[in-house]
């Protein structure tokens, strides 16, 4: 069953599993329950997917050389995931670039601690870790500001495109069976003992399961459904600066600096797009939803990025922006069955991207110790999605695109309107952006603007433009 | 992959593009291909509604858009092979392009290729403006391409940042389209503008706050309104459904950033010589993209000069094996300047082009008044007294080549003028 559009009445029959939420998380869920043979449906409350914190992240394919060690949830979700993502992103058609990443000392005190980061990264399998002097940093990464004295190498660190990824999997699930209803808020449920009743901003639901990826909202959700949670969300806002493509050949690495107790810290990064970027932030709010950026600390990154990186003073920004990470109150993941029938994803903090796929590897697995059996698809559907990454083949290098209508991106009009006829069409601007790259670029829509607001004239929820003359 | 070939490719087919490419071709050198990416040829001034452009073309006071037909007319009419909807995506040493179009990509192989890729406005990104990313937010560029091209409107009660000429064409758009911006700001005591233009807000009934700053933009879909901060501290909220950032020009130099040719940090677009040369000579630039930002006539005219250096080039006038003399320059209140380098002819081989750029093209940090010269060393070879605006063009004539000849260094100076 495809998207179930606004329109539409939602289904009386009964799903197998009912998944809240489409992040990057729920996508690979509703990808992995699909490709099992569950009867599956995923719920968002927003009429876009990645509309909470998957929609802003440092777009990083963790290897988990620094997360927390083997037999905690992320760790092993880590490395499933990583490994996974690897095995289909070719069929896929997502992109992925093996940069690799250097935790950068910048003191004898630092360049101390990376020791015990290299044993970590071996002991969580990361073995081809190991420490590089200045001087080979030197020949790696030229650009690093001198005052350098050692880093750890991670090659296996990859970068891949934030927005494909979630949007594939789900893609993918629909290809093969799945169901996706948007602007769908769940408002209450319960569990009669055989199947869920699921009150939604839409009408009524019925499953067999329920599994709650609902990120930023996911201990609200299990206050709603079972009336208790594990977990309270803290949200945490990170805020990031992209530096103009200028930029790129300045760095081949991800840079990350020596983590403290408190925060993995500031991160310059190559993009997929070809961008550089610096962030994140990490500022505990309140708000589940406020990404706003803030001049001071966007003045801060920026600095911060030319002192590890000097030549970044010669470019400049391309754009700013802010996502909120779902944290708790504990460090690793809160994956648990609050009851047979019920499932909680929660406190997936900051390495959500890179563990989607390991995460319901999981869940999964979980499920079928808990007596749930179906038919895996023998022969699934593998739809490839359009290549927007600079490693890639772009549709402006193939006749019959209709001409560039985003000039800084090279977006063609031909991928606009792809996307806009669906499957799986954005209903905002924001969203379209992520699908295309359209107005994403250094002149932020100073030349394609009028184009777009024409080409997305009655498409999108919020329209580009609010009169006409 | 198509490969084609032509003696000269001009690259954007804005005022300077129009005027080089219409020049050359008159000239006789053989095919010229112009280049524009867009689906209609004429640059910025196809979305500029108003008056007043085209007296120095055309001795006649034209509307935007009306003046960039008659360019693209006059252009075609000279026989200019005219090329829309076709992006070049890289250059390569030797003038040759990289071209992407409905048809996919191709291969032009020039003996010349001419830069004139104009410049563009500061969005809001590079500004670092605190708040949240809600529709409605635009440059000058981006609302006037919506109204004039498209008959559409982003908002209609913005808030406009800046006070630059661009800003002031804002507001007229916004009357020509029936609607009232809420406010113009600035966070100077002054317009960059001419000073009588801080009239025209009030009798369009907009306020004008001068050092005033904006401090955040609020809104979840839609801008709901900006909070100011007045000289004095003061905050306030404006409430306003749009953002105009005008002005703030940047050249639109990305195809020079990812190619080989050196780029100058200050000015933001390639290093040039006085006959418009980058550093690799088969490849010249002018207008908007060497200076932003200068009038479209003024883009006209020195597209037009340029041609004559390029035909001279191009028929052996200019020897490759030129002494390049690079004009330095420590003065921190001169933001940049243009060209950036004089050419020499080797001993007993003269150049037998003109120049198309006979005078130094200056812009200022700030409101600034002294004297600006041109020493060799100590000596002084060229010198005025300025009191020059902040963005504002200003001159100082390059002296005559022999001249040059006999120089070592060249070096720009400004000294202020003692306050009174």
């Given at each position: 069953m495809p998207e179930i559009f606004a329109n539409e009445p939602l289904p009386r029959s009964v799903f197998d599993v009912v998944i809240i939420g489409a992040g990057v998380v729920g996508c690979a869920m509703a990808r992995r329950f699909a490709l099992q043979g569950a009867n599956t449906l995923l719920l968002e409350k927003s009429a876009d997917l990645l509309d909470g914190a998957s929609k802003g992240n440092s777009a990083i394919l963790h290897t988990g050389f620094d997360a927390p060690p083997p037999g905690s949830q992320e760790h092993g979700c880590l490395v499933d995931g990583y490994r996974e993502y690897r095995d289909i992103h070719a069929k896929l058609n997502l992109p992925l670039l093996e940069c690799g990443a250097l935790v950068l000392a910048w003191s004898a005190d630092e360049a101390d601690r990376l020791e015990l980061l290299r044993q970590n990264a071996h002991r969580n399998g990361v073995t081809s870790a190991r420490i590089i002097d200045a001087g080979q940093l030197r020949l790696r990464e030229?650009?690093?500001?001198?005052?350098?004295?050692?880093?750890?190498?991670?090659?296996?660190?990859s970068i891949l495109d934030p927005w494909s990824a979630p949007y594939a999997y789900l893609l993918q699930a629909l290809r093969n069976g799945a169901s996706l209803a948007r602007?769908?808020?769940?408002?209450?449920?319960?569990?009669?003992?055989?199947?869920?009743?699921?009150?939604?901003?839409?009408?009524?639901?019925?499953?067999?399961?329920?599994?709650?990826?609902?990120?930023?909202?996911?201990?609200?959700?299990?206050?709603?459904?079972?009336?208790?949670?594990?977990?309270?969300?803290?949200?945490?806002?990170?805020?990031?600066?992209?530096?103009?493509?200028?930029?790129?050949?300045?760095?081949r690495s991800i840079l990350l600096p020596v983590p403290t107790e408190i925060t993995k810290g500031v991160v310059v990064c190559p993009t997929i797009f070809g961008n550089v970027l610096v962030g994140p932030t990490a500022e505990e709010q309140d708000s589940r939803s406020d990404a706003r950026v803030d001049a001071a600390e966007l003045r801060a990154l920026v600095e911060r990025g030319r002192q590890i990186l000097p030549g970044l003073g010669r470019h400049g920004v391309t754009a700013t922006y802010a996502g909120i990470r779902p944290a708790s109150e504990h460090k690793d993941y809160q994956i648990k069955w609050y009851a047979e029938h019920y499932c909680c994803v929660g406190g997936i903090r900051s390495t959500g991207l890179s563990a989607a796929l390991g995460i319901a590897s999981r869940v999964y697995r979980e499920y079928q110790e808990r007596g749930n059996q179906h038919t895996a698809l023998e022969d699934c559907a593998w739809p490839r999605v359009p290549g927007i990454a600079e490693t890639g083949r772009r549709d402006w290098q193939v006749p019959g695109n209709d001409g560039i209508v985003c000039h800084c991106e090279l977006v063609t009009r031909r991928e606009i309107r792809a996307a806009l006829d669906g499957p799986l069409a954005p209903a905002s601007m924001a969203a379209l952006k992520r699908r295309t790259r359209a107005g994403m670029g250094r002149c932020q829509g100073f030349y394609c603007s009028a184009e777009l607001c024409e080409l997305t004239e009655g498409r999108l929820s919020a329209s580009l433009a609010v009169a006409r003359k | 992959m198509k490969i084609s070939d032509c003696r000269v490719a001009v690259v954007g087919a804005g005022p300077s593009g129009l005027a080089l490419a219409s020049e050359l071709a008159r000239s006789g050198v053989g095919k010229v291909v112009l280049l524009e990416r867009e689906p209609i040829a004429g640059g910025i001034p196809r979305h500029c509604g108003h008056s007043p452009f085209?007296?120095?073309?055309?001795?006649?006071?034209?509307?935007?858009?009306?003046?960039?037909?008659?360019?693209?007319?006059?252009?075609?009419?000279?026989?200019?092979?005219?090329?829309?909807?076709?992006?070049?995506?890289?250059?390569?040493?030797?003038?040759?392009?990289?071209?992407?179009?409905?048809?996919?990509?191709?291969?032009?192989?020039?003996e010349r290729v001419v830069l004139c890729t104009g410049n563009r406005e500061t969005p809001r990104a590079p500004r670092l403006v605190s708040g949240s990313r809600a529709l409605g937010i635009v440059t000058t560029g981006a609302l006037q391409s919506m109204l004039y091209l498209k008959g559409c409107l982003p908002f209609t009660r913005p808030l406009i940042v800046g006070t630059e000429l661009v800003s002031f064409s804002a507001l007229l758009t916004c009357r020509h389209a029936g609607i009232k911006a809420v406010a113009m700001i600035d966070t100077r005591p002054r317009v960059t503008a001419w000073r009588l233009a801080s009239l025209l807000p009030p009798l369009l009934g907009?306020?004008?706050?001068?050092?005033?700053?904006?401090?955040?933009?609020?809104?979840?879909?839609?801008?709901?309104?900006?909070?100011?901060?007045?000289?004095?501290?003061?905050?306030?909220?404006?409430?306003?459904?749009?953002?105009?950032f005008s002005g703030g020009f940047v050249s639109e130099s990305s195809l020079v950033r990812s190619s080989h040719l050196e780029l100058d940090h200050a000015s933001g677009g390639p290093v040039i010589d006085q006959y418009g040369r980058c550093s690799d000579p088969h490849f010249f630039a002018c207008g908007n993209q060497l200076h932003p930002v200068d009038t479209a006539g003024w883009c006209w005219a020195e597209g037009r000069d340029t041609a004559a250096s390029l035909v001279a080039s191009l028929d052996g006038g200019l020897t490759e094996a030129t002494r390049s003399l690079p004009i330095g320059c420590s003065s921190p209140e001169i933001a940049y300047y243009t060209p950036q380098r004089i050419a020499l002819p080797q001993p007993g081989r003269e150049h037998r082009a003109p120049a198309a750029h006979q005078q130094l093209q200056l812009r200022f940090a700030q409101d600034s008044a002294g004297r600006l010269s041109l020493h060799d060393g100590e000596r002084e070879l060229s010198a005025r007294n300025i009191s020059a605006r902040r963005e504002r063009r200003v001159l100082l004539p390059l002296p005559p080549i022999d001249r040059l000849q006999q120089c070592q260094t060249l070096s720009l100076v400004f000294k202020p003028a003692r306050a009174e």
């Open positions: 030229p650009e690093v500001a001198a005052t350098a004295v050692a880093a750890l190498e991670i090659p296996g660190e602007n769908c808020a769940l408002q209450g449920g319960r569990f009669d003992g055989a199947q869920w009743l699921l009150e939604t901003s839409r009408g009524q639901l019925h499953a067999r399961q329920v599994i709650n990826c609902a990120g930023l909202y996911g201990d609200r959700v299990n206050q709603l459904l079972v009336g208790e949670s594990d977990f309270e969300i803290r949200p945490r806002k990170g805020q990031f600066v992209v530096f103009d493509k200028s930029a790129r050949p300045l760095l | 085209g007296w120095r073309e055309f001795r006649r006071v034209l509307a935007g858009p009306e003046y960039a037909r008659r360019l693209v007319d006059r252009a075609q009419g000279a026989g200019v092979e005219l090329r829309t909807g076709v992006t070049v995506t890289a250059v390569e040493a030797g003038a040759g392009l990289l071209l992407s179009s409905d048809a996919g990509v191709e291969r032009l192989q020039a907009t306020p004008l706050l001068l050092r005033t700053s904006l401090r955040e933009i609020h809104g979840n879909d839609r801008v709901a309104s900006v909070e100011v901060e007045r000289g004095d501290a003061a905050r306030m909220t404006l409430d306003c459904d749009g953002v105009v």
